[in-house]
């Protein structure tokens, strides 16, 4: 059964000794070696304090403890999540999963979205987000520039407020072709004609626009996501 597991299994007494370890052989630093030395021994100082740590708090009473860490092992640099329970009142198990492809998918995942939020947020354009009922949830600082706006006094505002009365059917109209390009399950949802319209700026001028949408749908969630261009 626990050759099956694709987890680390480590039994150490109270102390941070070890007293059994799963698999065996897994590199020099999982060997039979490690039996009865401190975990001090074995692994780097702030990974053994952090164990440590944790067998104090569950024998004192915490029903489990757990933390991430990071070890080379071999050419590879590993990253671990830990838990740690008590088997009886001199032993505690500590299970350790290897997470190295998910903690390198959210590091690239993060630097994707930072790297996006940079390009948003030093686009000319103006770019931003609405919710289901069409009111802004996200906007570029562009609206700055573009509007004279300030992107947080837009958050919550209908998008119609921006737009000139005599383009609001055209705005409706765009919307609703948006809508059934959707539940005709068009891909991406997105109407690459667009339309021009006429933003109200904040000292009341107007400033023609050129205006695409795409329509999300996420977990249940609606959104439509905008790029207007000068």
Request: charged share 30%; aromatic share 6%; hydrophobic share 40%.
């Amino acid at each position: 059964l626990l050759g099956a597991l694709p987890d680390l299994l480590f039994v150490f007494d109270r102390e941070g000794h070890y007293l059994d370890v799963h698999p065996r052989g897994h590199g020099q630093l999982l060997s039979e070696a490690a039996l009865s030395r401190h975990i001090s021994e074995v692994l780097p100082i702030e990974i053994a304090d952090k164990t440590c740590t944790a067998l104090s708090r569950i024998f004192a009473g915490s029903p489990i403890e757990r933390f991430d860490y990071s070890l080379r092992l071999g050419e590879r640099d590993c990253s671990f999540a830990a838990e740690l329970v008590r088997l009886d009142a001199g032993r505690a198990l500590a299970i350790c999963r290897d997470i190295t492809d998910r903690h390198r998918a959210e590091i690239a995942l993060a630097d994707s979205e930072a790297r996006h939020r940079a390009l948003v947020e030093h686009s000319q354009s103006l770019i931003f987000q609405l919710d289901a009922e069409e009111r802004f949830s996200f906007v570029s600082r562009s609206a700055r520039l573009l509007l004279g706006e300030s992107p947080p006094t837009l958050i919550g505002r209908s998008l119609r407020e921006l737009i000139a009365r005599d383009d609001h059917d055209a705005l409706r109209s765009y919307l609703q072709r948006l809508t059934a390009a959707m539940e005709d399950g068009i891909a991406d949802h997105r109407l690459d004609e667009g339309l021009e319209l006429r933003f109200l700026q904040a000292d009341g001028r107007r400033r023609w626009l050129h205006l695409v949408m795409t329509r999300i749908s996420s977990g249940g969630r609606i959104t439509v996501v905008g790029n207007a261009v000068d």
